[in-house]
C-alpha cells in the first residue's frame, strides 16, 4: 500500500489491481492459441481527496484500463476501497448512489458524444437516470451545466447536434455532462489531448477553476509529462501494466530515481538553446503485454540493466518521505 502524503484524506484505497484481457489474432485462431494480455498488473493506488494524481505512460501501458477499472467499467481483480468498503461488494442501490460522485472524461469528444443526440439530450441523460425531475428542472440544470463549462449563452447550444460544434465546445459538453451530477472524483483520460494547443489551456483552466469550486479529486491520464508536472500534486510513472515510481511532482520531476522516468524527464523540451541538455533515448519499442520480459519489465530498454533486473522484479521502495520507485539501481544512480 502506498502512503498518503500532504495530510489529506484518502478517497479511494487501490489495492493490487489487475485487469487481463484474452487476445486472439488471426494466427492464433488458425493454431487454436490463445493469448492473455496484462493490461495492469497489481497496481497500488492512494487517491487522495481534492488532489490530482497524474498517471503518466507510453500508449499501452495500461493507464486508461487502471482509469475504467478503478470506475467499473471493466472487469477486474484485487480491491477499490471507497470509505472503508470494497466497491466490488456494494448493493445495486448503492452502486447507483456511487456512479453520481464518480464520474469519466473520456479523451475523445469526437466518438463519446452520440451524433444523433442533441447536446440537451446528451447533458440531461445523467439526470434521467439518478433523479425524476420535471422537464424544466432538466432545462434549468443543463443550461447551468454548459454556462459553468463556458458554453454562453446556453440556450444556443441546447439544440444542436455534436457534428455543429467545434472539438472545444464538444469537449466543454463532455465536462458538462460529467459535472452535472455534482461528482467528487472525475478520472480525465487524456482530455486535452484531442485539442488545439489554445484550446488545451482553456480546457486545463476550466478543469482547475472546477477543482476549487466543487472540491473535485481526479486522476489525470496523460502522456505528456511536461503537462503532468505543471497541473498535478503527485506523479505516478506506468509501464506495462506496473507503477515504477510514484511521489510529489517536484520530486518525481527534478529528482526521479527510475531509469524509465528519467528517460521521459530527459525528453521534455527546454526553451533555452543555451542549456546543456543530454537525452536519454531509450531503444526498442515496449514489449509485448502478452509477452512480459522476466525480472524487472523494463530491463530490455533500460541503459543501465544488469543480470540482476533479468532475474528479479524491482519492488517499489521508498526514496524518501511519499516517494517510491522501484528499481535494483536505488541509491547507485545519482
Not at 494480455?37 to 481527496?49: C, E, H, P, R, Y
Not at 526553451?271 to 536519454?280: C, G, L
Request: with cysteine.
Amino acid at each position: 500500500m502506498l502512503p498518503a502524503t500532504g495530510g489529506r484524506m484518502t478517497f479511494l484505497d487501490v489495492q493490487n489491481l489487475s485487469v487481463s484481457f484474452s487476445s486472439q489474432g488471426f494466427i492464433d485462431m488458425l493454431l487454436k492459441r490463445q493469448k492473455t494480455v496484462s493490461a495492469v498488473d497489481g497496481i497500488n493506488l492512494l487517491i487522495q481527496k481534492g488532489e490530482i494524481l497524474c498517471l503518466v505512460g507510453e500508449s499501452g501501458c495500461g493507464k486508461t484500463t487502471c482509469g475504467k477499472a478503478i470506475l467499473g467499467l471493466v472487469e477486474y481483480d484485487g480491491s477499490v476501497i471507497r470509505e472503508g468498503k470494497n466497491i466490488a461488494t456494494f448493493t445495486k442501490k448503492e452502486k447507483k448512489v456511487l456512479r453520481t460522485k464518480m464520474q469519466i472524461i473520456f479523451q475523445d469528444p469526437y466518438e463519446s458524444l452520440n451524433p444523433k443526440h442533441t447536446i440537451f439530450d446528451i447533458v440531461a441523460e445523467p439526470l434521467e437516470i439518478h433523479y425524476d425531475l420535471s422537464e424544466k428542472e432538466k432545462e434549468e440544470k443543463v443550461i447551468d451545466a454548459l454556462e459553468d463549462v463556458g458554453l454562453r449563452p446556453a440556450s444556443e447550444f441546447l439544440y444542436r447536434y455534436p457534428h455543429e460544434l467545434s472539438g472545444g465546445q464538444r469537449q466543454r459538453v463532455v465536462i458538462a455532462g460529467a459535472l452535472i451530477l455534482d461528482p467528487e472524483f472525475i478520472v480525465a483520460d487524456e482530455p486535452v489531448s484531442m485539442l488545439d494547443v489554445s484550446i488545451r489551456a482553456e480546457i486545463l483552466k476550466l478543469m482547475l477553476e472546477f477543482r476549487g469550486k466543487k472540491n473535485l479529486t481526479y486522476l489525470f491520464i496523460t502522456h505528456d509529462l511536461s503537462l503532468a508536472w505543471v497541473i498535478s500534486d503527485r506523479i505516478a510513472i506506468m509501464y506495462l501494466g506496473k507503477i515504477l515510481e510514484i511521489g510529489p511532482s517536484e520530486r518525481v520531476i527534478k529528482n526521479p530515481k527510475n531509469p524509465y522516468t528519467k528517460a521521459l524527464i530527459s525528453v521534455i523540451p527546454i526553451p533555452d538553446p543555451h542549456v546543456a541538455h543530454e537525452k536519454i533515448l531509450l531503444r526498442g519499442e515496449p514489449p509485448d503485454p502478452s509477452h512480459i520480459p522476466s525480472g524487472c519489465r523494463f530491463h530490455p530498454r533500460c541503459p543501465f540493466a544488469f543480470d540482476r533486473c533479468r532475474e528479479e522484479e524491482p519492488l517499489l521502495q521508498d526514496v524518501e518521505e511519499g516517494h517510491l520507485a522501484a528499481c535494483h539501481l536505488i541509491g547507485a544512480i545519482q
